[in-house]
C-alpha cells in the first residue's frame, strides 16, 4: 500500500474520528462487533467473505486488515486466495450478467419486461 496514497491507519487517525464524532463512532464499533461476532456464521467464514466484499468494495484497509484477521480466526492462505476469486468472479459475473442492458440498447435483443414488484 502505497504511503502517498492510502495514509497509514493509526490509533492516532481512530482517535479523532472519535473525537469527531462520538456517538457515531460508538454505533459503528458496536455495529461491527455484533456483525463479527460467532453466530449462524462462525468467526473464519465471516472474515473470509469481508476479505472478498473487500476486494470488491477495493478497500486497500479492508483488504489489509480483513486478510490478517481471516488468518488469526484459522483460515489457510489458500481458503483467502480462493475468497479473492469468488469476489473477482462475481465482480466479473456483475458485468456480464448486465451486458443484457447494453444488449437490449441497441436493439441485439428483445425487450421483455419483468415482473413489477409493487409497494403496499
Known amino acids: 500500500m502505497s504511503e502517498d496514497l492510502y495514509p497509514q491507519a493509526t490509533p492516532e487517525v481512530a482517535q479523532r474520528r472519535k473525537e469527531l464524532s462520538p456517538s457515531a463512532t460508538e454505533a459503528f464499533e458496536n455495529f461491527s462487533k455484533a456483525v463479527f461476532a460467532e453466530g449462524a456464521l462462525d468467526e ?21 486488515g480483513h486478510s490478517k484477521m481471516a488468518k488469526r480466526k484459522g483460515a489457510s492462505a489458500e481458503q483467502i486466495m480462493e475468497a479473492i476469486w469468488v469476489a473477482a468472479e462475481m ?11 447494453a444488449l437490449n440498447a441497441i436493439g441485439e435483443v428483445p425487450h421483455e419486461p419483468g415482473p413489477h414488484v409493487h409497494s403496499v
Do not use: D, F
Not at 91 to 101: D, E, K, P
Open 91 to 101: 465482480r466479473a459475473g456483475g458485468a456480464y450478467a448486465h451486458s443484457t442492458l
Open 44 to 64: 473464519r467464514t465471516k472474515q473470509l467473505i469481508a476479505v472478498a466484499v473487500a476486494h470488491v468494495t477495493q478497500c486497500p484497509y479492508c483488504i489489509t
